[in-house]
T-cell receptor, first 114, second 115 residues
Framework: ETGVTQTPRHLVMGMTNKKSLKCEQH?????MYWYKQSAKKPLELMFV???????ENNSVPSRFSPECPNSSHLFLHLHTLQPEDSALYLC?????????????FGDGTRLSIL | AQKITQTQPGMFVQEKEAVTLDCTYD???????LFWYKQPSSGEMIFLIY??????QNATEGRYSLNFQKARKSANLVISASQLGDSAMYFC????????????FGTGTRLQVFP
């Protein structure tokens, strides 16, 4: 496998459910990111991990909880979400955090909250 | 404030023709990076091309080139010899200052290539 893999591709959940999104990168990168993409809005950075440590949290509600057990895996734990949380959630990775390093994205998880 | 503006919500181009997608940016930083990504309907964001603020030459990657005009703060993407598979959303993004983790994205341009 190559690139960044996200599972599941689609997720429908109720507001009281607990679920997790998974991201795995096979690029040997050491930084990973979660983004939210809502309709007609620019991508929003949610979390950044560098060398498995969280380095940025852009005022994301606590109902989103990230976990980075190692440099290849990133999770986003979800609980008691709201309808406005329905969106495409994209994971990305990069080799370092230097300015010229592009971020490589997965296919995303399309999340729908009932 | 850091901002990316893409003023073309949609563009049409005929196969084999060239097309330019506009991007203007706003930053007070002297050192920054500019990126273009392609997002097909499948959802994946595909990195296309990068331009650093101190790069003197315009970046090129195959059929993609970046028309970088620093004084005008524009970083337009030029796709030559369009193909049907180029139909997708295209996003311009900026990293400013240069060493920040945060990529600031524009709202995107939907490109449709017709035969």
């Amino acid at each position: 496998e190559t690139g960044v893999t996200q599972t599941p591709r689609h997720l429908v959940m109720g507001m009281t459910n607990k679920k997790s999104l998974k991201c795995e990168q096979h690029l040997g990168h050491n930084a990973m990111y979660w983004y939210k993409q809502s309709a007609k809005k620019p991508l929003e950075l949610m979390f950044v991990y560098s060398l498995e440590e969280r380095v940025e949290n852009n005022s994301v509600p606590s109902r989103f909880s990230p976990e980075c057990p190692n440099s290849s895996h990133l999770f986003l734990h979800l609980h008691t979400l709201q309808p406005e949380d329905s969106a495409l959630y994209l994971c990305a990775s990069s080799q370092g955090r230097e300015g010229y390093q592009p971020q490589h994205f997965g296919d995303g998880t399309r999340l729908s909250i009932l | 404030a850091q901002k990316i503006t893409q003023t073309q919500p949609g563009m049409f181009v005929q196969e084999k023709e060239a097309v330019t997608l506009d991007c203007t940016y706003d930053t007070s930083d002297q050192s920054y990076g500019l990126f273009w990504y392609k997002q097909p309907s499948s959802g994946e964001m595909i990195f296309l091309i990068y331009q650093g603020s101190y790069d003197e030459q315009n970046a090129t990657e195959g059929r993609y080139s970046l028309n970088f005009q620093k004084a005008r703060k524009s970083a337009n993407l030029v796709i030559s010899a369009s193909q049907l598979g180029d139909s997708a959303m295209y996003f311009c993004a900026m990293r400013a200052p240069y060493n920040t983790d945060k990529l600031i994205f524009g709202t995107g341009t939907r490109l449709q290539v017709f035969p």
